[in-house]
């Protein structure tokens, strides 16, 4: 009998032995994501504020996480050509940082989108939010947005105004103020932040709505001049701007946001190793002090408070759109 309960014994302890060898590589796998630089594609052109948060937060999280995360701008379609291609990768490395007008803007926009806004991503945090400006080219001979708005409807269809596209936030934010103050002044998209700016510098555009961060460096050396702030009260870097509000449109707010989200396919041990590295970088003093610099906020809240916020946002925006009746360029 002894010789038979140590050969059990033994065949017990060698399949033990393979379980564990089998298995053992498996959770090494796991615990090793990310396994290689994380992606990070930025949905519009460079020089926005889009490409300011993403940067700002990817930088820090680089640092905790394991591995470098880089930034990819891939404009292109009002960002439906990144949000797609993110949609539908597999290499499980690969975020998309997510927008008011990706997310709460192109649903209602476009009759058919290569991407669903809630069911093929996964929210990991609200990087950021940060408020809406209000620009003219410094040569317009207005001050304030009293002025601007009696200017341009004593030249109804005379001026016009740039945003990174239509359904861009600075499309909405525009077409907002336009519908409170019932004047007429003309559209033009350009494919990205950037380039729009470059006009309105030019003299080739009278005004613009643009997120603070992207603004502050021209409104500084006066090459633009900031009539307005979205926010609800004034921007302590800017004491002597009025909001929107303040001028005769109460309850005017426009702020843009920006948030980090996965694919939704992705395993939920990565999902929350994700989501706990990237909101102990939005919410870091680095993060705080490099957007503060620019006018931004530092948000970093849950993936479920993040999920709750797009839902919010969608139901915000979609009567303003049906309304100011905004298409998608070409449409």
């Given at each position: 009998?002894?010789?038979?309960?140590?050969?059990?014994?033994?065949?017990?302890?060698?399949?033990?032995?393979?379980?564990?060898?089998?298995?053992?590589?498996?959770?090494?796998?796991?615990?090793?994501?990310?396994?290689?630089?994380?992606?990070?594609?930025?949905?519009?052109?460079?020089?926005?504020?889009?490409?300011?948060?993403?940067?700002?937060?990817?930088?820090?999280?680089?640092?905790?996480?394991?591995?470098?995360?880089?930034?990819?701008?891939?404009?292109?379609?009002?960002?439906?050509?990144?949000?797609?291609?993110?949609?539908?990768?597999?290499?499980?490395?690969?975020?998309?940082?997510?927008?008011?007008?990706?997310?709460?803007?192109?649903?209602?926009?476009?009759?058919?989108?290569?991407?669903?806004?809630?069911?093929?991503?996964?929210?990991?945090?609200?990087?950021?939010?940060?408020?809406?400006?209000?620009?003219?080219?410094?040569?317009?001979?207005?001050?304030?947005?009293?002025?601007?708005?009696?200017?341009?409807k004593s030249k109804?269809?005379?001026?016009?105004?740039?945003?990174?596209?239509?359904?861009?936030?600075?499309?909405?934010?525009?077409?907002?103020?336009k519908m409170v103050?019932?004047?007429?002044?003309?559209?033009?998209?350009?494919?990205?932040?950037?380039?729009?700016?470059?006009?309105?510098?030019?003299?080739?555009?009278?005004?613009?709505?643009?997120?603070?961060?992207?603004?502050?460096?021209?409104?500084?050396?006066?090459?633009?001049?900031?009539?307005?702030?979205?926010?609800?009260?004034?921007?302590?870097?800017?004491?002597?701007?009025?909001?929107?509000?303040?001028?005769?449109?109460?309850?005017?707010?426009?702020?843009?946001?920006?948030?980090?989200?996965?694919?939704s396919k992705w395993?939920?041990?990565?999902?929350?190793?994700?989501?706990?590295?990237?909101?102990?970088?939005?919410?870091?003093?680095?993060?705080?002090?490099?957007?503060?610099?620019?006018?931004?906020?530092?948000?970093?809240?849950?993936?479920?408070?993040?999920?709750?916020?797009?839902?919010?946002?969608?139901?915000?925006?979609?009567?303003?759109?049906?309304?100011?009746?905004?298409?998608?360029?070409?449409?």
């Amino acid at each position: 009998m002894t010789p038979l309960n140590f050969n059990r014994r033994s065949l017990l302890t060698a399949g033990a032995a393979t379980a564990s060898s089998l298995w053992l590589p498996h959770v090494r796998a796991q615990a090793a994501w990310p396994a290689k630089p994380i992606r990070l594609v930025v949905p519009f052109a460079p020089g926005g504020s889009s490409e300011i948060v993403a940067r700002a937060v990817a930088g820090e999280m680089a640092k905790t996480i394991g591995q470098n995360v880089f930034v990819e701008n891939k404009p292109g379609a009002a960002g439906n050509i990144a949000m797609q291609e993110v949609a539908n990768s597999t290499d499980e490395h690969t975020l998309i940082l997510g927008h008011i007008g990706t997310l709460a803007v192109n649903p209602y926009i476009f009759a058919k989108l290569p991407y669903d806004a809630n069911r093929d991503y996964v929210p990991i945090t609200l990087v950021s939010k940060v408020p809406s400006l209000y620009v003219v080219h410094p040569d317009l001979p207005v001050k304030n947005l009293k002025e601007f708005v009696a200017y341009a409807k004593s030249k109804p269809g005379q001026l016009n105004y740039g945003s990174a596209g239509n359904g861009s936030a600075g499309h909405l934010a525009f077409e907002y103020l336009k519908m409170v103050s019932e004047t007429f002044i003309l559209h033009v998209p350009y494919r990205g932040t950037g380039p729009m700016l470059t006009d309105l510098m030019a003299g080739r555009l009278q005004a613009a709505s643009v997120g603070a961060p992207a603004l502050l460096p021209f409104i500084k050396a006066g090459k633009l001049r900031c009539i307005a702030t979205g926010t609800a009260q004034r921007l302590p870097q800017m004491p002597d701007v009025p909001t929107v509000a303040e001028q005769g449109y109460k309850g005017f707010e426009m702020t843009q946001w920006y948030g980090l989200l996965a694919p939704s396919k992705w395993p939920k041990a990565n999902v929350a190793k994700l989501e706990a590295e990237a909101i102990k970088a939005a919410r870091g003093s680095v993060v705080k002090e490099k957007l503060g610099q620019e006018l931004a906020l530092a948000v970093g809240n849950t993936g479920a408070e993040f999920d709750a916020f797009i839902k919010a946002e969608q139901a915000r925006w979609k009567p303003v759109i049906a309304r100011a009746e905004i298409k998608p360029e070409g449409a």
